[in-house]
């Protein structure tokens, strides 16, 4: 991911990396339906290093190790919601 800013002299400067496949942000996909998480997973793929688990318990365990940048989380699964998983 990028941002660029400018420096006082004016020039464009790139705030960050270019992301390589060895430096992708890690995503954290939380989603009970196997087609959605594999539609998910298929857009992302070159874009991030994903992490899947199918309900909000797997995903606390996984956020108990893991640090995710970023989290795609399904509101409405069995057992934990992803509104209760946020709380």
């Not at 797997?58 to 940048?69: C, E, Q, V, W």
Request: aromatic fraction near 2%.
């Amino acid at each position: 991911i990028e941002s660029n800013t400018t420096n006082p002299a004016g020039k464009n400067e790139t705030a960050g990396k270019e992301k390589s496949s060895g430096n992708l942000p890690l995503l954290l996909l939380v989603e009970d339906d196997n087609d959605m998480r594999r539609m998910i997973e298929s857009l992302f793929h070159d874009k991030a290093k994903i992490i899947t688990a199918e309900q909000a318990e797997a995903a606390l365990d996984i956020m108990r190790t893991t640090k995710p940048d970023l989290i795609f989380l399904d509101d409405q699964m069995p057992g934990m919601s992803g509104l209760e998983l946020i709380e």
